[in-house]
């Protein structure tokens, strides 16, 4: 993709100084720059690359005041994030070709595809799915029976959809996810061996879901695994059965959350995180890496930290005060010491 200078202040409702005439062809690092490349300013810790970037152009704030003269051409904007975002969603865009079916794809009885669509070789579909308009299917999926997919969706490579799922518009899903697993459900039995319990349930994803490699969503024993609009989850996530996520929820790079437990909307869950099952997590919940969520979380927009996860500022006072035990235990003995001497 190119773009001069002057088209992607439009987009970008960007006001310019310097030649609006000048190509761009890719995003930057500000310290790396090269010709044809589109950066930004954001940070503070980055401002003397400004000064010195081989960068064709720079997306900065429209108030910041320049120290001295630059080379590259500027764009300035209300809010440098938002539109760094919508710069890189314009240059990452994936344009689904209709490319039909690959002759190198099996496709089961009674499948029904909408428009545009592209399927790459050996990718597997079996019989009764339906799948909507404008999906881009990559290598090597597999899709099982009675799948539906929404409009819009893109499944890279490796992506299993395992039957019975059911996928709404405008999801991504990247290499390695797999959906509708069994999950993870034993009776102990009385010689100590274990009897797998069958999941007969399933998986049901809203729209605008995306999902990082090699994440897992697992089957719901009875009823659905439900993800609602908009959730977010990282790589290498792994979503137990019948668990629930509300909306426009976030889950870091290797979180867990166990069976049966809800989660609510606008939640931001940190990387390692680890949710215990059969529990309930308010709106707006924000919990930091590495912390333990083990029981409810009855109050909205708490933010947590530790193991087991507490409130984040008392966690945070506490840790503080464990970091200096050594020194108030050596502190205590010596008053110990002191108080014995004077008996004595």
Known sequence: MEITVKDLAHVLNGTIEGDPEVRVNRPGKIEEGGEGAITFLGNAKYESYLYTTTASAVLINRDYQLKSPIKATLIRVDDVYASIALLLEKFGAVQTKSNGIHPQSLIGSNTSFGQNISIGPFVVIEEDVVIGDNVRIDSHVFIGKGVKIGDNCQLHSGVKILHGSEIGDNCIF?????????????????DGT??????????????????????????????????????????????????????????????????????????????QVAVAGHLKVADGTRVQGKSGVASNVKEPNQALFGYPAIDYHQF????????????????LYELEKRSDQKED
């Not at 990247?174 to 039995?189: R, S």
């Not at 069958?198 to 490699?213: D, F, L, M, S, T």
């Not at 506490?318 to 502190?331: E, G, H, S, V, W």
């Open 174 to 190: 990247y290499p390695g996810v797999v959906i509708g697993a069994d999950g993870f459900g034993y009776a102990p039995q009385e």
């Open 194 to 271: 274990y009897k797998k319990i069958h999941h007969v349930g399933n998986v049901v994803i809203k729209n605008e879901v995306e999902i990082g490699a090699n994440s897992t969503v697992d089957r719901a024993s009875i009823g659905s695994t439900i993800l609602h609009k908009g959730v977010k989850l990282d790589n290498l996530v792994q979503i137990a059965h019948n668990v629930e996520i509300g909306e426009n929820t976030v889950i870091a790079a290797q979180a867990g959350v166990a069976g049966s437990t809800k989660i609510g909307k606008n939640c931001q869950i940190g990387g």
């Open 316 to 331: 945070i006072r506490a840790y503080t005060i464990f970091k200096q035990l050594p020194d108030l235990a050596k502190r």
